[in-house]
């Protein structure tokens, strides 16, 4: 017997970052939307916990114990006291969200082997279980069994889900290398240096954006704090953020701590002619088209 989890990726529509906290953390006013880009993770009973990975990427995931699919069967495991035997599972990934693309693939792939060791184990964990354990496993991970669209605050673990009222038309450029998450929360501490960080919070012109579906206003009110330091990293990323811009694109961002950069369409047509662009550009690895919102981890 297995089962399997599809599990969306996400694109950070405002990504307000503050000062590091004591802990080294950065508390976030962290606007998530899931779109229609997915991880599978399979679970089967095995003689050991054993990961493999497939798809585009998958040679830069770690197979070992740091795996976050592999860190949150052993979580579940052992908050229902399964061990041995009890707790041995083969996890399959089958990834198509860019690897180290600040679209929270590992993230995806730890809520979608929680959701799934849950569904073969039976344990009866409650939602709110699930999700403790997810902010246990990564800040981004609360988000990935969640879906849809949400405010994240505290270092984005603490949700609260948001309305969308349409769907938006997204392309996304995937790079030619990947960038660390911590490295470029670090390069956003060297750019503000001394400076005062303000308390990050939403942006209301932002959630009414999203909650009446209207593309115009959300190009208008997107913002990622990150994005100097992802381009300060990554200086390219401007080539391909421009190359987005001039096809039509609404609006042009990274997403989250990159370097994917996002485009928004105004429609399914535009998406397209965008997507063309970016490839004829010659700036990027792939392009890939995706809608917004998606479900979050969903057993199939
Ligand atoms: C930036 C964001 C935006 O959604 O995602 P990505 O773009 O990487 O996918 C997230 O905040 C990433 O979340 P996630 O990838 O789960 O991060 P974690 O594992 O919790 O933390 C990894 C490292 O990122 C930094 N970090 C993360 C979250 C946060 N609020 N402040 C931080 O400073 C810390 O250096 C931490 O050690
Ligand atoms: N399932 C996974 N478990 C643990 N680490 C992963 C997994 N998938 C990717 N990684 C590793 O975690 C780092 C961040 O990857 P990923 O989550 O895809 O990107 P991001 O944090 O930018 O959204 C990469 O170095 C990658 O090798």
């Not at 069967?73 to 229902?80: D, G, I, N, Q, V």
């Not at 061990?83 to 679209?103: E, N, S």
């Not at 279980?129 to 270092?155: H, K, M, N, Q, T």
């Not at 190359?243 to 370097?259: E, K």
Request: aromatic residues 4%; charged residues 15%.
């Amino acid at each position: 017997m297995s089962v399997t989890v599809r599990v969306p990726a996400k694109v950070n529509v405002q990504l307000a970052v503050g000062a590091a906290r004591p802990d080294g953390f950065h508390p976030l006013a962290n606007v998530f939307l899931a779109v229609g880009l997915y991880d599978r993770v399979t679970v089967t009973p095995a003689e050991e916990l054993r990961v493999t990975c497939s798809g585009p990427g998958s040679d830069q995931v770690p197979l070992d114990a740091t795996n976050l699919a592999a860190r949150a069967a052993l979580a579940l495991a052992a908050r229902y006291g399964r061990t041995g035997r009890d707790a041995a599972v083969h996890l399959h990934i089958d990834k198509d969200i860019p690897v180290a693309g600040g679209m929270a693939g590992g993230s995806a792939d730890g809520a979608g082997a929680l959701l799934a060791c849950d569904a073969l184990w039976g344990t009866g964990a409650s939602r709110e279980e699930l999700l403790e354990i997810c902010a246990e496993l990564g800040s981004d991970v609360p988000f990935s069994l969640v879906g849809g669209a949400a405010l994240g605050v505290g270092r984005g673990e603490l949700l609260t889900p948001l309305e969308v009222g349409g769907d938006f038309h997204w392309v996304f450029a995937m790079a030619s290398r990947g960038l660390s998450t911590p490295a470029v929360f670090r390069e956003f501490d060297r750019l503000t240096g001394h400076a005062v960080v303000p308390e990050p919070v939403a942006s209301e012109p932002l959630l009414a954006a999203l909650a009446k579906g209207d593309v115009d206003a959300l190009a208008g009110a997107v913002s990622n704090d990150l994005q100097p330091a992802a381009l300060s990293l990554f200086p390219e990323l401007a080539r391909t953020l421009e190359a987005g811009r001039a096809a039509g694109a609404v609006a042009a961002l990274v997403s989250g701590s990159g370097p994917t950069t996002a485009y928004l369409a105004r429609d399914a047509a535009s998406a397209a002619r965008i997507a063309d662009a970016l490839t004829a550009s010659g700036t990027c690895r792939t392009v890939r088209l995706a809608t917004a919102p998606a479900p979050g981890a969903t057993v199939l």
